[in-house]
């Protein structure tokens, strides 16, 4: 669903065309606003990618450009949940109502949400069940 920032530099494709030179992502130019019209996308999806501390801003954004009733996806690591019951509460809050899910496997949780609207309070308005764990990876 998002792009590469306007920024950002095309890596050559085709083997033996040099160096990729990557810069450092000015805290400024984070954007996540994707350039897409209001109410113009059936779906959208969050797949292990619900990692940064910004999370409330990425749903708004998904919430913005799903058509009224579009599904909204995500697939994220279940140990990142400190409480499921308080995330699904948060994303009611943000427009969006459980059309399914998955909590039966022991590494991943899968959602289906709907949208039903803008989201439902202000953007201060503390969301606690947003705060997701950082990935932990077992040492093997």
Same mark, same amino acid.
């Given at each position: 669903m998002f792009e590469e920032p306007e920024w950002a530099e095309a890596a050559p494709v085709a083997a033996g065309l040099g160096p990729v030179i990557s810069?450092?992502?000015?805290?400024?130019?984070?954007?996540? /606003?994707?350039p897409? !019209?209001? !109410?113009s996308v059936d779906v959208a999806v969050f797949c292990l990618s619900l990692m940064g501390t910004n999370i409330r801003d990425f749903l708004e954004e998904a919430n913005r450009v799903l058509k009224p009733g579009g599904l909204l996806k995500?697939? !994220?690591? $279940? $140990?990142?949940? !400190?409480?499921?019951?308080?995330?699904? /509460?948060?994303?009611t809050k943000l427009g969006f109502k459980i059309v399914s899910k998955d909590?039966?496997? $022991?590494?991943?949780?899968l959602f289906d949400f709907q949208k039903t609207g803008p989201p439902q309070v202000g953007p201060k308005a503390q969301l606690s069940g947003l705060k997701l764990h950082p990935c932990l990876y077992k040492h093997r």
């Open positions: 810069r450092p992502q000015p805290a400024a130019a984070l954007q996540n /606003r994707v897409l !019209e209001d !109410e995500v697939a !994220e690591v $279940s $140990s990142r949940f !400190e409480d499921v019951w308080t995330f699904l /509460r948060a994303m909590l039966t496997n $022991s590494h991943f949780f």
